[in-house]
Each structure stands twice: as C-alpha cells, then as structure tokens.
C-alpha cells in the first residue's frame, strides 16, 4: 500500500503542538526538510529528543518550537556550539528550554528500551558521573545473580520520529547504508513514524537485499520523496557535508536578528525542500558530489 | 626543524598508540595523531569511531565523527546501540581520547556545565560518548591547551570520571583503566599512583614557571622529569601534506 | 595478518576437554565440519551450548564429547526428534548429559549479556512458565521506575565459539547474508573464536561493504577455508539443506550400532571436510545448488 | 468436494488469519494456512519467522522456519536478539502459532517433558521461541490432533502460558492476548470468558461423542455449536498444487 506523500503533508498530519519529536540519524541522513517542514508550519511546544541536536535542532529553538530538549551532546559537530540552544538555556531566548540530559549510550540506550517494550535498559555507563543526580530516569539496578551494579534508564518513545534513508518503496520498506546511528530503533519506539528518502525505488530492489532494510512499513506511516532532504547534512553515495553551511550557522545563530533573516529567506522564503535545493544551485550541489564506488555484490540465490 | 605547538601536541599524542591498540578516534587533533601513528609506527592501529564505524581509513581529515570518508572503506559500521554495547562496554578499545572545558587533578573531566547545573554559567555540549569512553577504554589521552580556567583543582561537574577522588576511588566503583596522559601545548602530564596528575614532561623551550601559573593546583614536577622529543620529519611531512594541508586543526610551521 | 589455517589446526589448538562450545548459526551455516572435527579428535566432557542443537550435538553426543548441553529447543528441525540428546537425557548413553534450559528469547539474550559485558539482561519472557523453576540463571527484577517487572537471565560466555560466514578475508573480517542468527553475539561472547567461511576473499571485498559486516578481525582467532562446511545445513547463495540427511539421521540415531557405522564411515573415515565432500559427491551437490540472484548493488561513493 | 482431515485442518487456520496480521509462522500445516490465506482472503498478511525473516514470500515450502527460501526475496531479515526484542516483544505480531505434546483446559501447552522434569518419561523439544510467542502475540492458534494424551485437564509442565488458571490468571501476570483458537482433526475449539477450552464447531462426520473420548476433561460444547465450513475448490488447489505438491505436510484426497 502506498504511503507515499508530501512533507508538507505529512508534518502537518503526523506532528501536533506538544509533541515529542526525533528527527533521527547520527551526523548522517540528518531530517533537514522535515525540520524546516515543523518550522514552517509553526509546531509549538515541541519536546525535541535527539543524541545530537545538531544545527537542525538549534533553527528549530530558535523559531521558537521547543519547549524542551532531551539530548546527549549539544554542539556545531567538528565546528563549535549551538548558540541558539545556548540561549534558550541559559536565557530563555526566545522561549525557556527544560533540559533533560543523558550520555550518548544511556540515551540510545533508552530508545533501545522504547523500541523493545521493555520498563528500562541496563547499561555499564554514567559510572562516577554527576549526570544520574540530575535525571529521574536514570537509576541504579543491581545485579540478581551476584554483587555487580548497573545504571538502567527509563524507555523513550517519542510521539513521531522521522527517519531518513537513502531509499524505499512506496509503502515504506527502506534500505539505508553507511553509518546507521539510532536509526532504526527511533523508528521503533514512535508511535508515528515519517521515512524521508533520497529515491524511491521498486519492492523488488528491498526484497533483493532483505539484510539491507532497516525500517519496514509496518512501522510507517508516511513516505516523502525528498532529494537532497538532509543538506547541510549528507546521504552516504549521494552527497556529502556541506561544511560552510555548518561554518556559516556559527556566526548566524550568535545573533538573533540574523538567524530571523536566515529563517526568512531559507525556510519561510521557500514552499518546500524542492525550492530549498534550487536556491542552493547547481554549483553547490555538483561540489558535493562524490565518486561513484559500489559495494561488491552477494548472491541471495533463487531456491526452488 | 621548525614546527608548532599544535604540531607538536599531535605528533606526542600519535606516540601514545601502541600498534595492537583499538582506539576510539575524536574529531581534530585526535584523529590527526591516530592517523601519524598509523601511518609510522602503528599500521595495525584499529582505529573506531564512535559513530560507529570500525576499522576507518579516512581519505582526508573528517569534518565529524560521522563524515563519510570515515564509512567508505571502513572494515564495519555498527548500529549505536552494538557500537556501545559490543565494542565500548565489552572492553575491546585500549584508548579512548577525550575532550572537555575542565580536568581537575584526579583527571575527572568536564564537558557539561561552567557554574551551576540548573542555573549555569556557560551550557557546554555535554557528555555526548566521553562519560563511557572515560569508564571503559583502558587508557584516555586529552590534547588539550594549558590555562587554569581548563585545569582547576576540581571540576565544577563531572561528566566523565577520571580517577574520581584517587586511583581507589576509580577502582570502587568497579572500573578499571583511566587517564593514562594530558598533552597540552606546554608539557606531557601523567597520574602518579594516587592518581594524581604530574607533568611527566616538558615541551622544548617551555618551563615549570609557565606549566605552574597555568594550573589551577601545585602541580608536582616528575623527579625524572624529561623534555618532549620534538617531531620527525616524517611525521611532520604526514601531517603538512597527507593528513591537514588545510591546516583545520594545525596552525603549521612555515 | 593472516590467520588462515586448517580445521584440525584451529579446533586442535582452540578447544580443550571441558570447555564450553557454542557452534553458532540459527538452522542456516551451521558449523558441521567443526562438530565433525571435535568428535575426531575425541574431545570430552565438552558443554554444548547452542539454541538449537540440531543433528550436529546429537552426533557429537552420541559420539561421548558431551557433558552438559545448555539450548532452548532440542529437535531435528522440520523432521522430528534428536534421539542420541534424548538417550543422553533420559537413559545417560552414552554419557550421562546435564541440562540448562531457556527459552530462544531467552538464551539469546543471555548471550547478549555475554558479548555485551553486562551482569544481567533483561527480556519479557518466561512469563507463566514452568522454566525458571528450574534454571538458577534465570531470576525476576523488578523495574526501578515504575510496578512494572521483568525476567533477567544472567550472561553466557562460551570458551570457544565456531562461526560461519560466506566470505571472510584471511584477518578475519566476514560478511554474512541471509538468517543472521545469533553468529554476531555468539562470536563476541565468547573467548576464542573459529571462523570458518565458503570463500576467501580480498580485504577490500570486505571494505567496499562495511554494512554487511558481522564479524571483524578483532574477535576471530582462526579462519578455516572450508566449503560446504554447513552440509548438511545450508549457505544462502551457495547450496540449499540436504533434506535427505536430516530424514535419515532421525532413523540412524535411534540405533546406536548405526550411529557407530555412521560416524565411521562420515567422521572417524574421511580426514576432512574436503574427504566428506568428495564422498558426498558430485550429483548430490549440484542437486543443492541453486540459481543466482544477486542483490541490488549500492553505491557507498568515494569521498576526496 | 473430497477432501482429507489435514487439509480441513489447514483451511480452517487460514479462516483464522485477517488481512493486515502480522503472523508468526510455524512449519508444515501453519505455514500452509498462511500460505493459502494469503492467497485467496488476505493478501497483505506479514509473514514473519522465528528465524528473524520478514515478510516471507516462500516459493516452496520451507523445511525448517529458516529454511533459505524465507530469506531470499524476504522484505527484511534481523539478527535474532532484535527479532525478539522488536518484533515480538514489542507486540508487533498479531498471531503465533504454536505447537506442542499436551495443551491443557486453559490452553497452556507443555513442550518440555512428560512425567517429572528432572527425571523424564519423555523428553520433549522445549520451548523454543513458544513461551514468549504465548507471552506477546494477540492471538495463538494450535493445529493438532485430538486426543485425550494430548488433552490432559492439567499440563506435566508449563512451557508456554495459555490463560494460565484462568483469563484472571494471565491478566495478573500482565500478559494480554492468549489463546484464540485450537484447530484438531475432530473440531475448532475457543476459549470461554473464564478462559476455558470449550468446542465450538464440529467438522463435518465428527461427533460430539468422538471429541468426548479424546478430551481429558469434560469439555463444553457452544450452544450455537457451528459446523466447521468444507475447504472451498480454490483453497484445495492451491494446496494441492502450489503450496504442498508432495504432500509434505497433508495426506491430500484423490
């Protein structure tokens, strides 16, 4: 069954004011367009859970979505800080931003939880760390079978996550390569799920390769087409980072009235992530392209 | 030869890593030291990332922990939750490198808040992996500059610990390893047998004076205390032409 | 670097009598030859541990390697019963056979734990069961945030696991398609490693597709060379089950005298699986073999 | 229409199973009830195996639940432990099969041992993954023949929980769903509001008196007892000439 939609409407179906969101994918496949899909569509009170809330995160604080962030490392990767996270927290600019506050592995930890029904995921982390006093969902479990101790952490199922991957049938089945991050288990542990791909592609290619799928339909509810859907970010094979995009980012979001401009011009300035990538031309585009190198491939064998 | 601090720093870091080491690469200097190792004394280096993949051989220096060339030719990539579980908790990385806004004494690390964590001075990105690298590898290196804003006697919080309040401290609450050396732009320090950190070393041209005004405790001097050996031609060849001819992370000698 | 070697080599210096053994694979790459090999060089007092023994640990305890067999379903798959693990069982011929019994959810979380380092691993499972009565390494944990409660099981650390893949370069580094399985977990739990593959291939086969990776050099001690290893189980792409041989097990191991000629005339007669696939022969392999079907190939791009 | 016992057995599964299930397949007779299901009234039906295959599409009847033609041309297939975890633990399986020596008056089913644990009359397979299918699936159907052996008033042992000692029982171990629906050569039998086995369609030529002698209690009859519907042509043929051509798992009528 085809799923197959707009991001406008699948934001505008799959996200409410007050929701939990988890825009997934681990420096990579990152949802840009759904982000400033959410932007456009002036979503409230958004609680934003993400291990990196990265610039996406930052333009959607900035535009005053979120009431809270629930992260494991704040930053402009491999650039800086994010300075509009860094308002909202430490000055309520533009809006006040609660905080709550895990280590990379308690917070996947915890989707792991989320995506596998289960009351709470045991881990050997935030040992010696200050962290634990400062979260309710991160206690001490000890051991049943001798005097070993570990952390366990509280499940996370947000209310919608998007998901990238590079490409999927129109029901929703998806392959993704390269580094696979949180993925599959953020698609897991929402209720509602929106699978942004670069291609689209026949069900035949997804049942060539069945240990390339990392979400199936069954955890879909809607598929958008959206090329070039996580620029600045990049689509392992298709595109790489847009660096002076994230260079850029530092020197805007440190100041309100440019981040207003930037907003304006390349988010509110632009229908939809079609328009966003024709702004962007070809240049820049062609630039971030890289080299064809394709996998060697297996043989699945046809049994009679 | 004529090189930089910064030059110097990663070719002393690059020293640290043993050929059979696993080591959780950082962004910046980090991956350019895992890369000098590589390339010269250390071809086996397993070198993971904590985005998940293993065995990487970048083509160029990665803008994240998460950049492509760190996929492309990579042995394997791991979900996060196996990339924890599997290869960091299971104890298969030797060395782990960290960052962080302030080391204290015990070699505790903070990354998270400057001031008061629910009223804060400065919001620092957070732990992000560092907590659980500092718990699981068996040796972490910090490259990180010398100043006593970024070395008080204590941290303002610990995001990941080091030897806690001593090396028995660290061993109590059932971890082993720890910091193993902090190499700043003045000297290589290392922990004595409380777990306390000493300067190990001194970078040419640079004095207990400098290494003591900034440090944020009386910081001891090694009775042995030797000077760092300055970088080969080799490495700064690797590092000038191969690894950073951008200079992102080295500012280099002419 | 190369740890390339034979059968007799990797099993005479990995496995010593009384060590516990995890032949890995999930009815799919099953490591025959390496069972075989274990009953020819006469080891003892081994624990089998294994979620599914299969034709495999009825061989080796009808052939006296086995002291305890630790598993969660112990049948022929599809035929029937395994009657040398229930002669063992019920009637101690020709050893008596200590038994650890879970559930597949629950042995292979117990496995997970292992390969994991952590002290416990929680699952929903067991629940209304007679088994927990019966297994110390099993126990209830109460969540510590909320009335809610799970069963642990407390981790599994085999002495030596034997894996299969497809294809392996000669460090160790395997790509593995088709049923998965529990071969990752049991690899990383376990302290020895022997990986036995169909093909050898080049470092750089493996590293044009990290993704399908499943084992990494790090955790392999030895690499065996062996095709049709698996026979008379299977290698997705590379033969199908030899049916015949699990229809005919079921009759030859319900007498032990047939059992004695056959483990003569399959095991203690041929030297290797080379001999055991020459005896095989011909007809019967090609009848095995099925038609190509390669999987859509992905493009990972080369980065400048 | 002739037809045999086993093939009645199959159709009268496949009537179980809805167009958008999730469905836990087992081999040989659960297997071609979905099969046929699929084929004639619910065409979406996601067939998923313990082996970690999703969306199946087997072009022959697979030999074992991984047997290679689940894989090869399968939507998707997962490592066991995040089969377990996601698929079922998580609830997104709708049905189960399974199978067993005994199931008792609360449709809890013994797989283990007959006679006492420790010292066994007959050893049984074990669970497998059973126990936690009847722990998460909404809906479990057994296919299996009537006998009082195998339709004792009490099990010799749990393996996988029914309704426990009654639809209260279960509910108090925080499990939902249970046994839907248990399908013999002699009748369909449901489970009432206490959780009790009781019959509620007759094949056709069975009696009441025939299922009375091979049921180890004193088993109910509905009062609107049904008469299970013959197999339709078209699920005949395509038993007879798709799915189970050589009568692997049905003794199919001339």
């Known amino acids: 069954m085809s799923k197959l939609t707009s991001m406008h409407d699948a934001v505008s179906d799959g996200v409410s004011d007050g929701d939990s969101v988890y825009l997934a994918g681990f420096t990579h496949l990152i949802p840009f367009a759904a982000g400033h899909e959410i932007i456009r569509q002036e979503k409230r009170d958004l609680e934003l859970i993400r291990a990196t809330p990265d610039l996406i995160y930052d333009q959607l604080i900035a535009a005053g979505c979120a009431r809270k962030a629930t992260f494991s490392w704040a930053g402009n990767p491999g650039v800086g800080s994010l300075p509009a996270f860094r308002r909202a927290a430490e000055d309520g600019i533009p809006t006040e931003l609660e905080l709550e506050e895990y280590t990379h592995f308690g917070l996947i930890a915890a989707l792991d939880a989320g995506a596998s029904n289960l009351p709470f995921a045991p881990l050997r982390g935030f040992i010696g760390s200050d962290l634990p006093e400062h979260n309710d969902n991160i206690a001490r479990v000890e051991s049943p079978f001798d005097d070993d101790y570990v952390y366990a952490v509280a499940p996370i199922e947000p209310d919608v996550a998007v998901v990238r991957a590079q490409r999927a049938d129109e029901s929703g089945n998806a392959h993704l390569w390269g580094i696979q991050g949180e993925v599959k288990i953020a698609g897991l542990a929402a209720d509602t799920v929106i699978l942004s791909v670069e291609e689209l592609c026949s069900e035949e290619t997804i049942r060539s390769d069945p240990n390339r799928t990392v979400i199936t339909s069954d955890d879909v509810d809607h598929v958008v087409h959206d090329p070039y859907g996580s620029h600045p970010s990049y689509a392992q094979g298709y595109y790489g980072r847009d660096n002076e995009a994230y260079i850029e980012w530092a020197e805007i979001a440190s100041d309100v009235d440019r981040v207003e401009a930037w907003l304006d011009e390349w988010v509110y300035g632009v229908e939809n992530r079609r328009e966003y990538v024709e702004k962007l031309g070809v240049d820049r585009l062609l630039d971030l392209q890289p080299d064809h190198s394709y996998a060697t491939p297996v043989d699945m064998g046809a049994y009679r | ?254």
Not at chain 2, 107 to 120: K, L
């Open chain 2, 1 to 254: 030869m004529n090189y930089t601090k910064s030059e110097l720093m990663v070719v002393a870091a690059a020293r640290e890593l043993e050929n059979d080491d696993s080591v959780l690469v950082g962004i910046g200097k980090p991956n350019l030291a895992c890369n000098v190792a590589k390339r010269t004394h250390a071809p086996d280096l397993q070198m993971v990332y904590e985005s998940g993949t293993i065995g990487s051989n970048p083509s160029s220096p990665p803008l994240s922990i998460g950049d492509p060339v760190l996929a492309s030719g990579a042995v394997s990539i791991e979900p996060m939750r196996n990339n924890f579980n599997y290869q960091l908790q299971a104890g298969r990385l030797d060395v782990g490198f960290l960052g962080g806004a302030q080391i204290d004494k015990n070699g505790n690390i903070n990354s998270t808040v400057i001031g008061d964590y629910d009223d804060p001075d400065v919001r620092l990105p957070g732990s992000g992996g560092a907590c659980e690298i500092a718990c699981h590898v068996g040796r972490t290196l910090m490259i990180t500059p010398h100043s006593a804003r970024r070395f008080p006697e204590e941290v303002d919080f610990i995001t990941s610990p080091g030897y806690v309040d001593g090396r028995e401290g660290r061993k109590e609450l059932g971890l082993s390893g720890g910091p193993e050396a902090v190499i700043t732009d003045l000297a290589v320090c290392r922990f004595d047998e409380r777990g306390e950190m000493y300067v190990a070393a001194l970078h040419p041209n640079a004095t207990r004076e400098e290494v003591r005004a900034e440090t944020g405790w009386e910081i001891e001097f090694a009775d042995d205390l030797e000077t760092t050996p300055e970088p080969k031609e080799e490495e700064l060849r690797l590092i000038r032409e191969d690894l950073d001819p951008d200079e992102m992370y080295t500012d280099q000698a002419e």
